[in-house]
């Protein structure tokens, strides 16, 4: 009997965090995986632009809603044209006591996450929550304070994102570019140096 408990107690303990709650597929009313054009009426659809560098995927920027500063959503356009893939909210309160707090209550609802995904100089904390869906999609949740890192967005963020979904974009966006073949190496530097 010891050993049983002693057993099921380190189950527990071993258990991915995302057995403590289903996996989370909206934020503000949006949720993952739904065409874009249903919740056309929460979005400044003037707004979107393809993701530079990645353009099979185009963010498009949420009307305002109450407790976010900001909001994106992220849809595909070659292997899931018109879903959502990824929301990024911003919340209204950018200070250090409200993401202390907002954490606490992530992990009464989510369990502790899983990877720190912040920096090691402690400017950006980040936390990292990974499911599966019940249609068996990989779904991320990151979680980020940010004060000090200026290449970043000051604040507190979240982001949701059908993993699945994103990664079919990407492989989608990977195959239909062209490769181009390596240039040879410049026989003058100069131009190419910062003066």
């Not at 720190?116 to 869906?133: E, N, V």
Request: net charge neutral.
């Amino acid at each position: 009997m010891k050993h049983a408990a002693l057993f099921l107690a380190c189950l527990f303990i071993l258990a991915p965090p995302c057995l403590a709650g289903q996996a989370p597929l909206s934020i503000g009313g949006i949720s993952l995986g739904v065409p874009l054009n249903t919740v056309k009426d929460k979005l400044d659809i003037q707004s979107s632009l393809p993701i530079r560098y990645f353009e099979s995927v185009t963010e498009t920027v949420v009307k305002p809603l109450p407790g976010f500063k900001s909001g994106l959503v992220c849809h595909g356009s070659c292997a899931a044209p018109g879903l959502i893939v990824r929301l990024k909210f911003k919340y209204q309160d950018p200070s250090r006591v409200f993401f202390d707090q907002i954490l606490l209550q992530y992990k009464k609802r989510f369990g502790e996450p899983g990877e720190w995904k912040g920096d090691a100089f402690g400017l950006i904390h980040a936390w990292k929550w990974t499911f599966t869906a019940q249609n068996g999609h990989a779904v991320s949740l990151i979680l980020q304070h940010n004060e000090k890192a200026e290449d970043e967005k000051l604040g507190n963020a979240v982001k949701l994102t059908d993993m699945t979904l994103w990664d079919a974009e990407r492989a989608c966006f990977d195959k239909s570019r062209t490769d181009t073949p390596d240039a040879p190496l410049p026989e003058n530097w100069d131009p190419l140096l910062p003066r």
